[in-house]
């Protein structure tokens, strides 16, 4: 099941700059999309979500854009701090109540 | 700020024994899910439930699983008879509504090994 596709498993990025997680869907019915961050050990803690009517949410650091045309989403960290480091989950939701996450990506923010 | 509490945090148990994974949800919450974790692999769903019913279950969740609110709190997830493969990171979650812009809390997980 690929629904929900996180195509870079690692990313580093120096603290200050922007950091740029994908995510992409293969499922035209996906109307909700939402960012998890986890850390080992821990559950997935929400972080933005988006619903498919718009096409940019912020809040904060964090901003998701989607684009539904190339079923697409992205989420922008900036400025990145080093407490950002973790694993991010994309995790879309259509017709139902059950999330479908990607394989997420590791963001690592160094000094 | 309330949150999505599980016990036990590790469970290490043998081929064919049954465990129950415990969750609290948020108080006010009223959709609650389980989905699990295999080491490497991505979080999937099992199981949502609403008001004393499960609503949805994957194809994972088959007859060893069964889910219970057996009291006003907890929320519980049994694995009859637990195989190799059961062994995974497994995620309450509750939600407050079914609306469509609700978000999903997950707690904090249990670790279930499987000998």
């Known amino acids: 099941d690929q629904q929900v596709k996180q195509n870079s498993p690692s990313l580093s990025v120096q603290e200050g700059r922007i950091s740029i997680l994908n995510c992409d869907y293969t499922n035209s019915m996906f109307d909700y999309f939402l960012w998890y961050k986890k850390y080992p050990a821990e559950g997935p803690t929400f972080l933005i979500s988006i619903s498919s009517i718009k096409d940019k949410n912020e809040d904060g650091r964090f901003t998701v854009f989607l684009n539904k045309s190339a079923k697409h989403l992205s989420l922008h960290i900036v400025p990145s701090q080093p407490g950002d480091s973790a694993v991010y989950f994309c995790?879309?939701?259509?017709?139902?109540?059950?999330?479908?996450f990607g394989t997420g990506t590791r963001l690592q923010v160094f000094p | 700020e309330p949150e999505v509490t599980q016990t036990p945090s590790h469970q290490v148990t043998q081929m064919g024994q049954e465990v129950i994974l415990r969750c609290v949800p948020i108080s006010n919450h009223l959709y609650f899910y389980w989905y699990r974790q295999i080491l490497g692999q991505k979080v999937e769903f099992l199981v949502s439930?609403?008001?004393?019913?499960?609503?949805?279950k994957s194809e994972i969740f088959d007859d060893q699983f069964s889910v219970e609110r057996p009291d006003g709190s907890n929320f519980t997830l049994k694995i009859r008879s637990t195989k190799l493969e059961d062994s995974a990171m497994y995620f309450c979650a509750s939600c407050i509504a079914r609306a469509h812009q609700e978000t999903q809390y997950f707690g904090p997980g249990t670790r279930l090994l499987v000998l």
């Open positions: 439930f609403y008001n004393n019913e499960i609503s949805e």
């Open positions: 995790a879309a939701r259509g017709g139902t109540d059950k999330l479908i």
